[in-house]
């Protein structure tokens, strides 16, 4: 039904061991695999139509249109990797918060659960029943892609799903969660002990619906102190690794992570994702190259010239210096307003240039 053609050539080539899933295993790959964060919806002309027609929950919880629109971005764009079109805000509302998505702020949680016994009341999730769409959407995709393409199933990380809780919505300064954190640490760990268990179902199930492997979003983590890191979050990203199965890879992703690189490396991940304030070689090194690197381009590069972006794929992609292990992406999320023909030329050009004769 959707595009299949286009499908087709690298299907002859890759067989049922795509080059995304070798990159994660660290094994050696004809090129270097690349995908972008957000791929699905926000830029593309294709998702805006759809939004003009329906609200943006309605389109997550409507499981053909969750499934064409994480399609979308294998049409156009020749990526080698599929994400899922959902959010890292869907358990909240099983778990009993009231969420919506507001024009111009971004999600809003009513009501946000701040003392103990709020957070006491905060349920755990089902998600064969609480988020079936979103299970019905993945097997819906993976039909389609037939084990050719590899599709990402997510999830925010118990700290980042902790700040928009306990904010109410997107911050800048985190001073309520940080405030939480110091003030009522037994509420934190609470809330965090929740969340983990909150953040395994729901993996788990993206995995038995049949994602091929799974990325963890901490967006937020670097906002913590190294020490703060290491008391309040990583026990529980720890869990959570060690809570899913080993037979998906998994990605392990925040920004701002120069000063918790290695405690991210600690708490678990297949994979480390990186953004753009960090050189990927020096980044990879202090890793000891024991896991894969995910990254690293900026993602405002891609609002310049098709030359000014070629020159700096060219030079991520010499900081990873050809060793097995690296997945091309963003450092961030594509930005809404990024011209669709230069991210073909991203991709293109990582193909290209990372290509081994
Ligand atoms: O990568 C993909 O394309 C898959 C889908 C995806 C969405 N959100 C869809 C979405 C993924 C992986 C996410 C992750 C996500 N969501 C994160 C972690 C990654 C990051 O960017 O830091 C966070 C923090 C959220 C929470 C969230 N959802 C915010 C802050 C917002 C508003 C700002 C924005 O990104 O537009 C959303 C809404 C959202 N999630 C949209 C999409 C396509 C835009 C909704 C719209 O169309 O209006």
């Not at 939004?51 to 969750?66: I, M, S, V």
């Not at 994480?70 to 049409?75: F, S």
């Not at 999600?107 to 006491?120: G, K, T």
């Not at 080993?246 to 392990?252: A, C, E, K, L």
Request: aromatic share 8%.
């Amino acid at each position: 039904m959707l595009a299949r053609e286009t499908y087709e050539g690298r299907k002859m080539k890759e067989g049922k061991n795509p080059v995304f899933l070798r990159a994660c295993r660290r094994e050696q790959t004809e090129y270097t695999p690349v995908w972008l964060m957000r791929q699905a919806g926000r830029f593309l002309p294709e998702y805006r139509n759809l939004r003009r027609q329906y609200p943006f929950l309605t389109l997550c919880k409507t499981p053909e249109l969750a499934a064409q629109i994480t399609l979308l971005p294998l049409k156009t764009l020749r990526v080698d990797a599929a994400i899922i079109f959902a959010d890292i805000l869907l358990p909240l509302e099983p778990m009993g918060m009231t969420l919506e998505f507001t024009k111009g702020e971004g999600p809003v949680i009513h009501h946000p659960p701040r003392s103990r016994a709020e957070v006491q009341r905060l349920r755990p999730i089902e998600p064969e029943s609480d988020l079936s769409f979103l299970l019905e959407a993945i097997r819906l995709v993976c039909r389609e892609l037939a084990g050719e393409i590899p599709l990402i199933g997510f999830s925010g990380a118990p700290f980042t799903l902790a700040c928009y809780i306990i904010e109410g919505g997107v911050t800048k300064d985190f001073i309520r969660t940080k405030s939480l954190m110091y003030q009522d640490p037994l509420t934190w760990h609470l809330l965090m002990e929740r969340l983990t268990e909150v953040v395994i179902s729901y993996l788990n199930a993206q995995v038995t619906a049949g994602v091929a492997a799974v990325q963890l979003f901490d967006t937020w983590a670097g906002a913590l102190s190294p020490a703060d890191y290491r008391e309040f979050v990583l026990p529980y990203n720890k869990r959570v690794f060690q809570g899913l199965p080993t037979s998906v890879p998994t990605i392990h992703f925040a920004i701002n992570s120069a000063g918790i690189l290695e405690a991210m490396q600690e708490a678990g991940g297949d994979v480390i994702g990186i953004d753009w304030r960090l050189d990927l070689g020096t980044a990879w090194q202090r890793l000891k190259y024991a896991v894969g690197i995910q990254g690293n381009l900026d993602p405002a590069v891609l609002l310049g010239s098709q030359e000014h972006i070629q020159g700096r794929v060219t030079e991520i992609l010499r900081a990873a210096g050809g060793k097995p292990g690296h997945i091309f992406n963003l450092g961030h999320g594509v930005l809404p307003h990024t011209p669709v023909d230069n991210v073909i030329a991203m991709v293109e050009a990582v193909h290209r240039l990372s290509k081994k004769e």
